[in-house]
């Protein structure tokens, strides 16, 4: 299934990706580090959605109290929430 997601206190405005089967496909962001969000999205490709967020959730950027890679985490937990709850 497809989710959109618009990240808050980074960069980056839009954040779209896919789960099928607990694991993260077609990830892109919208706006941020180009080429590092591209590299993140590129490294998760496939991966199971629980072990992206335990480890990207808490990155902080500079002195934000968060990150794009936290936005993610934050992002794949309201899906996998969204998919657990409309089975």
């Known amino acids: 299934m497809k989710y959109q ?4 206190g980074v960069c ?4 779209e990706f896919e789960l ?3 694991a993260i496909h077609n990830a892109h962001f919208e706006g941020g580090c180009h080429g590092n969000l591209q ?3 590129s490294l998760v490709e496939g991966m ?4 992206v967020v335990e480890r990207l959730k808490g990155i902080r ?5 968060t990150s794009c890679p936290d936005q993610f985490a934050k992002a794949l937990s ?7 709850l409309n089975g």
């Open 5 to 8: 997601y618009r990240p808050r």
């Open 12 to 15: 980056s405005y839009a954040l």
């Open 20 to 22: 099928e089967n607990g």
């Open 39 to 41: 590299g993140i999205c």
């Open 48 to 51: 199971p959605a629980q072990q």
């Open 61 to 65: 950027c500079g002195r934000k109290n």
């Open 78 to 84: 309201n899906a996998e929430e969204d998919a657990f």
